[in-house]
């Protein structure tokens, strides 16, 4: 590329940097990660899914799979949004401890027996669509992590004390 060529399409995307808020910018060149831990296949997976204002294919890909249905093998693509709430709830506790899954995707029969087997497992479970995961992060208060997640306003936040985990998911904004 020449000089020329650079100026000009250096000076196309003036408009962009001033119709931008500084913090929306720095916020579109955010690299994001997240790292987990599963309870149940006690497996490991430490990923950048989120560069250069967009989420990673391939890192979506490797989560999708990471948090698929245990029991069953099913693989359901996760909501993105659920991962960048996950994103902002660490940046939040100002922690990188990983985060410790206890439930991602759930197919519809591991959601029927588990709601066949236990109480408060919801027949229409966001699970089952990829929009919801159980968690705690390591070394952090469940309590604490939970009264953070409710203040983002964004989505479902269920805390379960004995159980020591919290549920979030991308549905609407609702507390139990």
């Not at 060149?29 to 950048?48: A, D, M």
């Not at 985060?99 to 027996?113: C, D, H, K, L, W």
């Amino acid at each position: 590329m020449n000089r020329r060529n650079f100026l000009g399409r250096a000076m196309a995307m003036v408009p962009l940097f001033l119709l931008s808020s500084p913090s929306s910018l720095l916020a579109s060149l955010e690299e994001k990660t997240l790292s987990f831990y599963h309870t149940h296949t006690l497996k490991e997976l430490s990923i950048v899914y989120f560069r250069n204002g967009r989420h990673i294919p391939s890192s979506l890909a490797k989560i999708n799979n990471f948090l698929k249905d245990f029991r069953t093998g099913d693989i359901h693509p996760i909501d993105p949004a659920l991962l960048d709430i996950l994103h902002d709830l660490q940046q939040a506790t100002g922690t990188k401890k990983i985060f410790e899954v206890i439930s991602g995707y759930r197919s519809p029969q591991t959601n029927a027996m588990l709601q066949n087997n236990s109480g408060g497992v919801a027949s229409h479970s966001l699970h089952m669509l990829g929009k919801a995961i159980d968690i705690r992060l390591s070394s952090f208060s469940t309590g604490h992590l939970h009264k953070i997640a409710l203040a983002f306003q964004r989505g479902g936040v269920g805390y379960y004390p004995q159980s020591d985990f919290i549920h979030l998911d991308t549905g609407h904004v609702r507390t139990w």
